[in-house]
Nanobody, 125 residues
Framework: VQLQASGGGLVQAGGALRLSCAASVRTFSAYTMGWFRQAQGKEREFVATIRRYGGSTDYSDSVKGRFTISRDNAKNTAYLQMNSLKPEDTAVYYC???????????????????WGQGTLVTVSS
C-alpha cells in the first residue's frame, strides 16, 4: 500500500486549502483513512478520520467545524478540506490508512498500518 499526500502550501490566515491522499490499493472502501499533523518541535497529533464502509467521521477539537474529511472511493482518494486556517494549523500533514482498525481506535496513530510522506501546510498571520 502506498499513500501519496499532496495539496500543501503557503496560505494566509483565514484562507483554505484542500489536501489529497491518493492510495494505491485494490479496495479503497475497505480502508479507514486518517489525517494527522506534526508541527515543528511537537508530537504528531490526530486531525481527522473517515472510517471504512460507512464513512463515519471524527475530528480533533482544534479543527472541528473548520476542517472536513471526505473520500472518493472511485478515485481511491481521501481529502481534507481546511477552511478558516490559523497560524497554529501550520504543520506537516500526514495521511494514514488501515484495513483493520476498529471504530474506537481510529483516532490513534498506532492503529494505522500505512503512512504517506507528508505535505507541508504553512499558515501566515
Amino acid at each position: 500500500v502506498q499513500l501519496q499526500a499532496s495539496g500543501g502550501g503557503l496560505v494566509q490566515a483565514g484562507g483554505a486549502l484542500r489536501l489529497s491522499c491518493a492510495a494505491s490499493v485494490r479496495t479503497f472502501s475497505a480502508y479507514t483513512m486518517g489525517w494527522f499533523r506534526q508541527a515543528q518541535g511537537k508530537e504528531r497529533e490526530f486531525v481527522a478520520t473517515i472510517r471504512r464502509y460507512g464513512g463515519s467521521t471524527d475530528y480533533s477539537d482544534s479543527v472541528k467545524g473548520r476542517f472536513t474529511i471526505s473520500r472518493d472511493n472511485a478515485k481511491n482518494t481521501a481529502y481534507l478540506q481546511m477552511n478558516s486556517l490559523k497560524p497554529e494549523d501550520t504543520a506537516v500533514y500526514y495521511c494514514a490508512a488501515s484495513k483493520s482498525v476498529i471504530y474506537s481506535q481510529s483516532t490513534y496513530q498506532r492503529a494505522y498500518d500505512y503512512w504517506g510522506q507528508g505535505t507541508l501546510v504553512t499558515v501566515s498571520s
